[in-house]
């Protein structure tokens, strides 16, 4: 389980780096490390949801590398992004996630 919570840790110190830099947002943690069925190659898959992100998709991109030092792999939506896509059914990947 060690190596579990290392993983959660380090999403939760992104989550952190994240909320410092935007202030107002929500992360999810979904994927492999979320289910516990990780390996030693996975990367860490979050979802920020924020009014504050970049409206330019490269830019939202660039942005959340920018907070990585590790193996993170961040989206970022916009909260009436986040309500659309659930609204269709898009986000469906998010089942089983963990909100940090």
Same mark, same amino acid.
């Given at each position: 389980?060690?190596?579990?919570?290392?993983?959660?840790?380090?999403?939760?110190?992104?989550?952190?780096?994240?909320?410092?830099?935007?202030?107002?947002?929500?992360?999810?943690?979904?994927?492999?490390?979320?289910?516990?069925?990780?390996?030693?190659?996975?990367?860490?898959?979050? $979802?920020?949801?924020?009014?504050?992100?970049?409206?330019?998709?490269?830019?939202?991109?660039?942005?959340?590398?920018?907070?990585?030092?590790?193996?993170?792999?961040?989206?970022?939506?916009?909260?009436?992004?986040?309500?659309?896509?659930?609204?269709?059914?898009? $986000?469906?990947?998010?089942?089983?996630? $963990?909100?940090?």
């Amino acid at each position: 389980m060690a190596a579990w919570e290392a993983l959660l840790e380090e999403a939760r110190a992104y989550a952190a780096r994240v909320r410092a830099t935007l202030g107002e947002a929500r992360v999810y943690l979904y994927g492999s490390v979320a289910r516990g069925s990780f390996n030693l190659e996975s990367d860490i898959d979050l $979802l920020v949801v924020s009014p504050h992100l970049p409206k330019d998709p490269l830019e939202r991109f660039l942005f959340l590398q920018g907070l990585n030092p590790g193996r993170v792999e961040a989206k970022g939506l916009t909260p009436e992004e986040f309500a659309q896509a659930m609204a269709k059914g898009a $986000l469906w990947w998010l089942e089983g996630a $963990l909100e940090l």
